[in-house]
């Protein structure tokens, strides 16, 4: 019986290339380092996981850019330009009273 990879270590993978219409306000995604992850290493149910999505956001040429969609869109599931739901929660409530102050 052939013994099957440990969940623990996830290996890149390289996901079906869609053609992406580069004037979309959603081209920068093409050149996120989460293109080469399965969409559900950015949904994790835990602490673990979410640092798993971080080191992968870590060093993404589009890390800011996707933080501020996230914000925008108010995403509020998954972990979206380094930032988990609750840390992109507390900086939109910081947001609102740097506004209102």
């Known amino acids: 019986m052939a013994k099957l990879p440990s ?3 996830q290996i890149p993978v390289q996901t079906a290339h869609v053609p992406h219409d580069p004037d979309s306000a959603t081209a920068w995604m093409a050149d996120g380092n989460c293109r080469l992850h399965p969409p559900a290493t950015f949904f994790p ?3 673990v996981g979410v640092d798993r999505a971080r080191k992968i956001c870590r060093d993404c040429p589009v890390i800011s850019t ?3 969609f996230a914000l925008e869109e108010r995403i509020d599931h998954g972990v979206w330009g ?3 739901e609750r840390e992109r929660r507390r900086i939109l409530k910081s947001r609102r009273v740097d506004v209102t102050v």
């Open 7 to 9: 969940r623990s270590k």
């Open 45 to 47: 149910s835990d602490g």
């Open 66 to 68: 996707c933080l501020e």
């Open 82 to 84: 380094g930032c988990s």
